[in-house]
């Protein structure tokens, strides 16, 4: 880890002193029984050190996320203990629903451009677990102990600060899985009551909606490697006809991605084909169609080149939730569909969450903005 990694401890004083990694969570195909159960977020993760005025964010990498979210600062000094060290995740709410791609846009090099973002769509703080309180560190007791805590502590101090629901019923945490998907989470998390807070390692357990979906395979990137197929860029035709790129699906072994140079060979398109391709700049600048390439706002000099194909074939592939017409994470690869026709690939054939206000989840009137 370079120095560069390391958040800035500026005159903390703590028990628990940063970096510190999260704890992670391994998949689960149902919810256990006899467990601790909470919503799972989709936002930044984040463990916020608060020693009075002094407020340091932490990532999952590790990485100081302090200067993303000013507001952030501002409401760990308003609504969290004096000292503190809490884990839990930066989310952004819009029209009753998490918003990543609001998130997303705060990574931005200027701060001006950064503190504009941050008053027209705030971020809020969901708290699910204490690692430290006053002089006291927490990450050897017990989690009930450490949600107790949480709760005692920190719950209803302050609005834009939140801790968790929770419950400790199977049958709940069922009914949670349908709808609170309805309001931008994507998940059940279920813990141990009686496990010690362990960084890096994956103690908990995720459990997430599995679904599949057929997609037109509109292009591919190269593999960094080179010489082998990276990625297949997916696409799903809206209500006005328009190929919208939706993700991708890169998960294969080195031999299926060697495999596939060659049976991608027959579909590129050659320098002088690209009129007519849906996703080529010409042609998508006049309707909005979304498409691949652009910059990556995480990695400045990752290639995000691709090579297109003719849009006629159709893969079948999971994927677990969407955020707003495209799929949340990298979709998984399951079977080619020769007997789709690509022009009946749509949104239409995806299955829509109940609809669920983040107000709901957490039992309360959204804060005011």
Known sequence: ?????????????????????????????????????????????????????????????????????????????????????????????????????????????????????????????????????????????????????????????????????????????????????????????????????????????????ARTADCVVAGFRWHKSGGVVGSLLLGLYDDHGQLQQVGVSASFTMAKRQELVDFLAPYLIGEGEHEGHPWLADVAEQDGTRVPGGLSRWNAGKDLSWQ????ELVVEVSYDHMQGNRFRHTAGFRNWRPDRDPASCTYEQLEIPVKFSLSDVFGEEPPSK
């Not at 919503?39 to 340091?56: L, M, P, S, T």
């Not at 297109?308 to 849009?311: I, K, Q, V, Y």
Request: some cysteine.
């Open 1 to 209: 880890m370079t120095s560069a990694n390391v958040p800035d401890q500026g005159h903390l004083d703590l028990p628990v002193m940063p970096p510190v990694s999260p704890m992670l969570a391994k998949p689960a195909k149902a919810i256990p029984l006899g467990m601790h159960y909470e919503g799972k977020w989709d936002g930044f993760r984040a463990i916020i050190f608060r020693d009075g005025d002094e407020v340091v964010i932490g990532s999952r990498n590790e990485k100081p996320l302090t200067r993303y979210f000013p507001e952030v600062v501002a409401l760990a000094r308003a609504g969290l203990p004096d000292k503190c060290v809490v884990d839990g995740e930066i989310v952004i709410a819009r029209d009753g629903r998490l918003d990543f791609d609001a998130l997303l846009n705060r990574i931005h090099p200027a701060d001006s451009r950064v503190r504009l973002l941050a008053e027209q769509t705030p971020a809020q703080f969901v708290s699910f677990d204490l690692l430290a309180i006053d002089d006291r560190n927490l990450m050897s007791e017990e989690f009930g102990l450490r949600r107790d805590l949480l709760v005692q502590r920190v719950s209803g101090r302050s609005p834009g600060i939140h801790v968790t629901p929770a419950t400790r019923d199977a049958d709940t945490a069922a009914l949670w899985f349908e709808q609170f998907e309805g309001a931008g989470l994507d998940g059940i998390i279920a813990k141990s009551l009686s496990g010690a807070y362990e960084p890096n390692k994956r103690a908990m357990i995720k459990i997430k909606h």
């Open 308 to 311: 297109p194909l003719r849009p």
